[in-house]
């Protein structure tokens, strides 16, 4: 199996280590800092713009998008204009996938991560480094679960939410779209949209008005 990663940063060196776990072989990068396409150590390296030349050709190549900002994320994904049979979902071996729950396509579940019976994980979602989603609950697309963030059971995690690290989601809870919560926070309240939460209870720091964390 063959896999383009689009972008070439931090995050591609960790998308890599699964994939190749994963057992595909990757072909090439592609990142707009390349401005022509290149061969280095017989992977290609291109401009994001040279994908589809590829794929016209490799019909079974998948693609997996290693950006970890979520709306940056989502931008790439709608400018591929890609079909979702073309996503690879990497699943690291050493993590718990119940055979109960749902992983979405180009969605990427790293070390030790578990999620239980009945979970959704939707398109293009970074479960991260012993991160856990409990039974029954609900993540929407382009959402980042940080590492050793908990997600205690029957939570929804609307689009483009960003868990921070070591955050804790209490049952039942909910997240709305796009919003922030910190490193550490324990979330015992919803949390609207396009807001920023932090703290032991998490308390909203930013709101829609002046956020800076909504999608343009």
């Known amino acids: 199996m063959k896999l383009f990663i689009v972008g070439h940063g931090g995050h591609s060196k960790v998308i890599a280590d699964v994939a190749i776990q994963n057992g595909y072989e990757i072909v090439g990068y592609v990142d707009d800092k390349y401005e022509i396409e290149t061969i280095e150590n017989g992977l290609i390296l291109g ?58 396509h180009g969605s990427v579940v790293m070390a030790n991560a578990v999620i239980q019976a009945g979970s959704i994980i939707g398109d293009h979602v970074i479960i991260n480094t012993n991160a856990v989603v409990e039974h029954d609950s609900a993540i929407g697309d382009f959402v980042h679960i940080a590492p050793s963030a908990t997600l205690t059971g029957m939570t929804t995690i609307r689009t483009g939410v960003q868990l921070g690290a070591s955050a804790t989601v209490l049952p039942g809870k909910t997240i709305g779209e796009w919003a922030i919560v910190g490193a550490s926070a324990t979330v015992i309240h919803d949390i609207p949209m396009y807001c920023t939460a932090i703290g032991v209870p998490a308390k909203i720091k930013q709101k829609e008005g002046d956020s800076i964390v909504k999608r343009s």
């Open 47 to 104: 401009p994001i713009a040279s994908l589809h030349k590829y794929l016209k050709t490799e019909k079974d190549t998948k693609v997996v998008i290693a950006i970890g900002h979520n709306a940056q994320r989502q931008v790439m994904m709608e400018t591929l204009a890609l079909d979702k049979s073309r996503y690879a979902t990497l699943i690291h071996s050493n993590s718990w996938i119940s055979p109960q729950s749902e992983v979405g």
